[in-house]
Each structure stands twice: as structure tokens, then as C-alpha cells.
């Protein structure tokens, strides 16, 4: 009876799969340990030099142990090379007029150059990125190019896409992110190309681009055309559509796509560039009866494809179809073995070997994720698919709800990562949808052409697509507000990652019989592990998370109690166009996963510290709020009071004496304000709250005065010493006196406020006699947020 044989994948099979790994791999390393350049390029050329000397070593012994010595100093070399791009890429020298720029924050600046885009701000105003050729800063002159985002509505309809522009501006800073959960906008625009960021003063020229040898002066006929053949309602779609230009659709539009399940299709990437070429494939068999023919195929392929590169702006997610595409079909073309997967991970490798940051871009991962859960899950549910379905009429939508299904469940873990929902509605609306696009964007560039020199008989042959787009927008804004539609989720464990892939793998292998057993065996082993880590977790004290929000010159603090209570102290604030509930508190609380608030502390009615009730009461359940019970004559607390009765959401008003039942674990006890009307003061009326955690206190001061701490510190001094103080008014003079501040005693000491404010917080004064204190006196202006946690004896600070 022979010996059965253990499974072997056959990687050789896979090279590009097995170099990409790799090179993943040591991109990966550098992000982590970030050895220097110099040291990369000595570790990559040491591994050359010894890979060469045991390549001639092979051919001159017949000794098997060399071969192998050679395949892992290769397998190294990639690994290597990895490392040594990305540090590369990392060290590139940044040009000194964009140092200059990155150290004249609010200076004066001259600029030249073309629009390449225009769009508005979630305020409505008009912004352009802009391709500068020429910049004057402080009599220096320079002519490097270079990308920036201009905020130009001082110049609102005075220039269109592809202007040369010349104007005078004013340097702005670009936002870091200031919380934990937030969008990264500094380097969203650094993966966009933009290097620095200016406000319009005066526009001095626009002049239209007449250059038919620049790229922007076809992708600005072809808007122009889409204009021609679309309305108001579908325009902006169409040229997301077809040409990739999403500038004018409104955040409301595109959030309504995501819902629907449809945003891919906003984004020109693979699904259009299949759209593209799929009449080329059908001649393809021609190319092969003609000499040369394959080789003209390819040409003419490729230059179909950076054609539409170049219409729609080279997009990274263009190109990265546009080399997917091309790699497939040289296969076809030249009869090469055409294995999907190989070829797609031949596409990844190309593309990280020239941006090796290419790895961290969401479009990156979603792109190439999505591709190869297709390739290896759909082969699986195709087999299992009864012949008769797969002959009928309805395989081709049933197909495209399939395919939807295994994409969304494929990537589950990294939409919940990124975006924190879920379409429910996905698989019907693309269903609907995405098979009439194989017809739509073909017949829509068609139509471009012809509307170029015939434009009503461009318009005719348009008029279905126009039709199919303003249903599909019917659709989505319905779908959109159905409350099944979509879900909010999170994750709470990264291990999640490893579990799925084994997952993914396990399915795509289901009918090998050996490598199904490992991958499933690799699963219940995560699944044992999380398990495992969780129950360890759950071991552990439970802790008081504090997070005081960067919301700018305003107070917003988050508890997440030991209980999995979620409270929130103020709300940030509140300016024309601008509230920290919209911008900074919901989307943590979405990125948490956080689905409702047991309660809102308002300390006083101003508006820096209740900036964004209004948005948190019509985005998330509140199971109550509190207030100081003082009455303020604006129309933001009236308008707060009255949407509050409306939505059946309790406000009561708390004075001293005062505790709160809102975990078992905890005590919450309000100190002030005593009920009594001192003068007309709102700060002096503020809610001072007392929130102990085993022997660890904290004390929120809202923005109370000389005058309440006083009173404060005559009422109950026994109570107020405490661990870690919220610096009341924002580090104001009239605030933390020095009796009050010598009763209190903080280790810790958080004052939230704005870099640049009109008030010039912190005071000189205050900031003396809060160092007097010894305490770690900390700044949300220049730390950014920031997070504390206690297990009932300590706190300690969290650096995120």
C-alpha cells in the first residue's frame, strides 16, 4: 500500500504571485522599521553580489545544495528590493520651493498655471487643483511644476477646466489629522499629487487652453460634449461615468452611490476599461490570420488604452485597470498561458515596482481585492451553478448578483475597516444596472464622437443612456433612504484579515481535498486564536476611555465607560457653513462603530460648546441630555430645545448635589451649577462634573470662571481634588484661579482650544498658575486630541 502524498501548492505555477508576495513583504518592512536608504541599498547590493556568486557556484558544482541556497537568496534579493523601493520612494528630495511653501503658512504668493480640476467644499464654495508652472514667494521666483488645491471662490464662474490661470493668493496650511478616527485630508492630497494648498485673493488672468497637444484640452471637450448630450441631473453622473471627473458631483450624490452599492461604477477603473476594449477582443481572432497582426493588436491596444488614460486624467485606478487589461490581453493576443491570477498579480507588481505606496491606496487594495476574489470564488459557485440555469435568459443578471454577493462578502472586512457601512441593497441595484452598462458606455463615447460633428445626431444616439442615467439616479436617491438599505459596522479585531483570507482560500479550493482540509484547519486555528485573545481581553480590568476632541476653540470629550457606556461632554462647536458634530464627533463615532449615545452633557449654552447638537440628534439615537438648566436667547439653543421635544429626546437640567446613573461601575457627580442666578454669565453657570473611576477622578469644568470656583472650592473642597482636570474656559485669565487650582491638585491638566484664536487662548496669566500646579499641562491645539484611559488606579495616556 503506497504512502499518500501531502499536498504541495504549485507555486511554480504563480511566479508573479510568489515575487508580488514578496515584495509586498519587504515594502512592508521598510513601513515598519523604516531602516535608512543608505542601509537598504548595502543590504540589496550584498544579497546581488551573493546571489551571483551561487548562480556561477550552480554552474560549476553539481552539489544540491547550492540550487537550493540560490532559491532562497532570490526569494531574499525580492524581499530585499522591496525594501530598498519604498525607501527610495520615501527619501525622493522635496524641492525647495515646496519646502519654502510648507514654512510661509498665511504668506503672500504669486501663481501660474493651469486648472486641471474644479469642484466645490462640503460648504458649496469653489476649490480648482491646479498644475503651477511659475511661483513668486518673498522675490523668489521659481518655475518648478507642481500640483496644489486652490480655494477659489473668490473667482467663482470667472475660470473653466484647463484655464491658464495667474493670480495672486495667500499660503494655507494643510490639516493633519487632528482625531484618531478622522479623514486624513493632509494625505489624501498627498496621494493625489498635491504638494501645498493656497487661498485666492485675485484672479488677474483665464485664459482658455487652446493647446489640442495637452491631454486637458481633449478631457475639457469631452465634459463639454457630455454637457451637450446630458441635463443638470445627469451630467455630473455621466462624467464621473464615462471620463472619471467626480468634481461635480455633491458629497449627498456620492454617499447616496455608496448606499446603493453603486459607487464603483462612479469610479472609471476596471469595469470601464472592460467596457472599452471588449469590442477589441472580439476582433482579436482577426490580428491571428494576419502577419505581424498580434503584434499591431498590441499596439493598437495600447493605444486605446492610454487614450482613454488621458481623457480621463490618468487616473492611478484608470491605469491600474489600463495594465490589468493590457497583460490579459498580450496573453490572448500572443497565445501566452493565460492565467488570470498570475497576470493579475503581474499587474500589482508592476505598479508597486513604480509607486511601491501604491499598497496603503484603499483604491489599490479594493481593486486588486476585488479582482481576485472573483477569479477565485466565482469558478467555485459557477460549478455549482445546475446547466440548465446557466443556458437561460436570466444567467447574465443572475451572474451580476453573484458576482455583486461575492465582492461585497469578499470584501467585507475592508469596506467595514475604511468605511464603516454596508450596502444591503447592492446585489439588486447592480442587477439592475450594471449589465445595461456594457451597452450604455459604449454607446455613450460613441456618441461623444459623433455629437462632436453632428450634435443632433449625437444627442439621438445618446438619448437611451440619458434616459438609463436619470432612472439609475431616480434609483439610488430612493434606495438611499430606505433605512434597510445600508448598515453601519466595525471591526474588533484585526484578525479578522487572516481569518477571511483563510476563508476566501478555503472556498476557492473546496474540490482539492488536501489544501481545503489545511486552509480549514488555518481558520478554526484563527477563529480558536480570537477566540482565545478575546476571552484574554475580557480577563483584563475593564477601563474608562476619555477622548478630549481637537474640535479647534470649543470642548467635545467622549467616555467610553467600563460598561460600554458612550457619553458625550459638550459638543464642539458651531461657526457658519462648520460644526464639529458634522465634521469631527459623527464620523468617529461611525469609525467606532459607536450606534447610539446614553447621554449628552452640555455644560452651557454657548455655541462652542454645543456647536454640533443639532447634527448628533439627527444622526444618532440620544437617550438623553443634560444641561445647566440656564436660559440663553440664541437660536441654536432654542432650535436644540425644540428639535429635542420633537424627537422625543428628554433634556434635563442638573444642578449640585446632583448624580448621574449612567454605569454601575462609575459615579458621576455634578458639582455646579448650585441653581441659584449670579448675573448673566452663561460660563459662570457652567456644569462642573465629577467623574470617578475606582481611586482615578476627573473633573470637567466647562468653562467656568474665578467666580464658580470660588464657589466651588467653598462648597466642596474635600471633593474636588482630582487626577486629571478639563482646564475650564478654554485657558482663559479668568479662569483656574490659584485657590481653586491648589484645592484641585491635577496630575494631568487638558485645555481645549484653537492654535489661532481672537481671544488669544491661553491667557500668560493662566498658564502660570496652572505650571505652578506641576501638573502635565497639555494642549488639544498642538498635541491634537487627545485619549486617556483608567483601569480604576492609574491613568495613563493613549498616543494614537
Known amino acids: 500500500m503506497g504512502v499518500r502524498r501531502t499536498y504541495q501548492f504549485p507555486l511554480s505555477r504563480y511566479p508573479a504571485v510568489r515575487i508580488v508576495l514578496l515584495m509586498i513583504a519587504g515594502i512592508l518592512l521598510h513601513e515598519y522599521y523604516k531602516p535608512a536608504l543608505h542601509f537598504s541599498l548595502i543590504l540589496f547590493t550584498l544579497l546581488c553580489l551573493i546571489f551571483g556568486w551561487v548562480e556561477w557556484k550552480v554552474q560549476q558544482s553539481s552539489t544540491s545544495a547550492f540550487p537550493k541556497l540560490c532559491i532562497s537568496l532570490f526569494l531574499l534579493l525580492i524581499v530585499s528590493f522591496g525594501v530598498f523601493r519604498n525607501a527610495l520612494h520615501f527619501v525622493q528630495e522635496t524641492p525647495l520651493i515646496i519646502k519654502l511653501i510648507q514654512v510661509s503658512d498665511w504668506e503672500p504668493v504669486f501663481v501660474t498655471g493651469s486648472i486641471a480640476s474644479i469642484s466645490t467644499t462640503s460648504s458649496g464654495k469653489e476649490r480648482w487643483d491646479v498644475a503651477v508652472s511659475e511661483t513668486k514667494i518673498n522675490h523668489l521666483n521659481s518655475n518648478l511644476t507642481f500640483k496644489a488645491r486652490v480655494l477659489a471662490d473668490e473667482a467663482a464662474g470667472e475660470a473653466t477646466l484647463g484655464d491658464k490661470v495667474s493670480f495672486s493668493g495667500t499660503i494655507i496650511p494643510i490639516s493633519e489629522k487632528r482625531n484618531p478616527l478622522d479623514f486624513d485630508y493632509k494625505a489624501y492630497l498627498h496621494s493625489q499629487g498635491i504638494s501645498a494648498q493656497f487661498k485666492l485673493d485675485s484672479l488677474h488672468q483665464a485664459q482658455p487652453n487652446s493647446n489640442p497637444a495637452e491631454w486637458m484640452w481633449w478631457r475639457e471637450r469631452a465634459l463639454e460634449l457630455v454637457d451637450k448630450n446630458f441635463d443638470a441631473q445627469t451630467s455630473p453622473i455621466a462624467k464621473a461615468l464615462l471620463v472619471g471627473y467626480k468634481q461635480e458631483l455633491d458629497s449627498e450624490s456620492k454617499t447616496a452611490f455608496a448606499r446603493a452599492g453603486l459607487s464603483h461604477i462612479m469610479a472609471v477603473s476596471g469595469l470601464h476599461v472592460g467596457f472599452i476594449i471588449a469590442p477589441f477582443w472580439i476582433i482579436i481572432p482577426y490580428f491571428w490570420t494576419k502577419k505581424h497582426g498580434s503584434k499591431i493588436g498590441l499596439i493598437l491596444l495600447i493605444l486605446i488604452l492610454f487614450s482613454y488614460a488621458g481623457i480621463t486624467g490618468f487616473s492611478p485606478s484608470v491605469m491600474r485597470a489600463s495594465v490589468m487589461a493590457g497583460f490579459l490581453t498580450y496573453g490572448k493576443l500572443f497565445h501566452k498561458i493565460n492565467d488570470s491570477i498570475n497576470l493579475t498579480a503581474a499587474a500589482a507588481l508592476v505598479l508597486l515596482i513604480i509607486n511601491p505606496s501604491q499598497l496603503f491606496d484603499i483604491g489599490f487594495q479594493l481593486s486588486f481585492s476585488a479582482v481576485l476574489i472573483i477569479l477565485l470564488i466565482l469558478p467555485v459557485i459557477q460549478n455549482l451553478l445546475p446547466y440548465w440555469v446557466r443556458v437561460r435568459w436570466y444567467s447574465k443578471p443572475l451572474m451580476v448578483v453573484i458576482v455583486s454577493l461575492v465582492v461585497q462578502f469578499g470584501l467585507y472586512p475592508l469596506q467595514v475597516y475604511y468605511f464603516g457601512e454596508i450596502s444591503l441593497v447592492s446585489p439588486i441595484a447592480n442587477a439592475l444596472f450594471v449589465p445595461f452598462l456594457g451597452i450604455v458606455v459604449p454607446l455613450s463615447l460613441l456618441a461623444l464622437f459623433i455629437t462632436a460633428i453632428i450634435p443632433a445626431a449625437g444627442f439621438v444616439l445618446n438619448y437611451p443612456s440619458y434616459i438609463f442615467l436619470g432612472w439609475m439616479s431616480d434609483f439610488v436617491n430612493m434606495a438611499a433612504e430606505w433605512d434597510w438599505a445600508w448598515t453601519t459596522a466595525s471591526l474588533n479585531n484585526n484578525l479578522i484579515f487572516i481569518l477571511w483570507l483563510f476563508l476566501i482560500l478555503g472556498i476557492a479550493a473546496w474540490h482539492t481535498s488536501a489544501l481545503r482540509w489545511k486552509l480549514t484547519a488555518s481558520f478554526l486555528a484563527t477563529a480558536c486564536l480570537m477566540t482565545s485573545l478575546s476571552a484574554i481581553h475580557s480577563l483584563k480590568p475593564a477601563t474608562l476611555r476619555v477622548t478630549f476632541f481637537d474640535v479647534g476653540q470649543g470642548d467635545a470629550a467622549l467616555l467610553h465607560t467600563p460598561n460600554d457606556k458612550y457619553i458625550l461632554i459638550d459638543a464642539g462647536v458651531w461657526s457658519p457653513g462648520y460644526n464639529s458634530g458634522k465634521s469631527v464627533i459623527i464620523p468617529h463615532l461611525k469609525s467606532a462603530g459607536i450606534q447610539k449615545l446614553d447621554a449628552i452633557i452640555l455644560s452651557h449654552p454657548h455655541a462652542d460648546h454645543i456647536?454640533?447638537?443639532?447634527?448628533?440628534?439627527?444622526?444618532?439615537?440620544?437617550?438623553?441630555?443634560?444641561?445647566?438648566?440656564?436660559?440663553?436667547?440664541?437660536?441654536?439653543?432654542?432650535?436644540?430645545?425644540?428639535?429635542?421635544?420633537?424627537?422625543?429626546?428628554?433634556?434635563?437640567?442638573?444642578?449640585?448635589?446632583?448624580?448621574?446613573?449612567?454605569?454601575?461601575?462609575?459615579?458621576?457627580?455634578?458639582?455646579?451649577?448650585?441653581?441659584?442666578?449670579?448675573?448673566?454669565?452663561?460660563?459662570?453657570?457652567?456644569?462642573?462634573?465629577?467623574?470617578?473611576?475606582?481611586?482615578?477622578?476627573?473633573?470637567?469644568?466647562?468653562?467656568?470662571?474665578?467666580?464658580?470656583?470660588?464657589?466651588?472650592?467653598?462648597?466642596?473642597?474635600?471633593?474636588?481634588?482630582?487626577?486629571?482636570?478639563?482646564?475650564?474656559?478654554?485657558?482663559?485669565?479668568?479662569?483656574?484661579?490659584?485657590?481653586?487650582?491648589?484645592?484641585?491638585?491635577?496630575?494631568?491638566?487638558?485645555?481645549?482650544?484653537?492654535?489661532?484664536?481672537?481671544?488669544?487662548?491661553?491667557?500668560?496669566?493662566?498658564?502660570?498658575?496652572?505650571?505652578?500646579?506641576?501638573?502635565?499641562?497639555?494642549?488639544?491645539?498642538?498635541?491634537?486630541?487627545?485619549?486617556?484611559?483608567?483601569?480604576?488606579?492609574?491613568?495613563?495616556?493613549?498616543?494614537?
Open 611 to 800: 456647536g454640533g447638537i443639532l447634527e448628533l440628534m439627527n444622526s444618532i439615537p440620544i437617550d438623553v441630555i443634560y444641561n445647566s438648566g440656564y436660559e440663553y436667547d440664541s437660536n441654536l439653543y432654542q432650535t436644540y430645545l425644540k428639535s429635542a421635544a420633537e424627537k422625543s429626546i428628554p433634556v434635563q437640567p442638573l444642578v449640585s448635589g446632583d448624580s448621574l446613573a449612567l454605569d454601575p461601575s462609575m459615579l458621576f457627580l455634578v458639582l455646579g451649577p448650585d441653581g441659584n442666578m449670579y448675573n448673566s454669565d452663561p460660563n459662570e453657570h457652567s456644569i462642573v462634573l465629577n467623574v470617578i473611576y475606582g481611586e482615578s477622578e476627573f473633573l470637567f469644568t466647562g468653562n467656568a470662571g474665578e467666580d464658580q470656583e470660588e464657589r466651588l472650592v467653598h462648597a466642596y473642597n474635600h471633593l474636588l481634588d482630582t487626577d486629571l482636570l478639563k482646564v475650564g474656559h478654554h485657558g482663559s485669565r479668568t479662569s483656574s484661579g490659584s485657590v481653586f487650582l491648589s484645592t484641585v491638585t491635577p496630575e494631568i491638566a487638558v485645555v481645549s482650544l484653537a492654535e489661532r484664536n481672537r481671544f488669544r487662548h491661553p491667557h500668560r496669566e493662566a498658564l502660570n498658575r496652572l505650571y505652578r500646579t506641576d501638573a502635565q499641562l497639555l494642549f488639544t491645539s498642538r498635541e491634537r486630541a487627545l485619549i486617556f484611559e483608567s483601569d480604576g488606579k492609574s491613568i495613563q495616556r493613549i498616543h494614537w
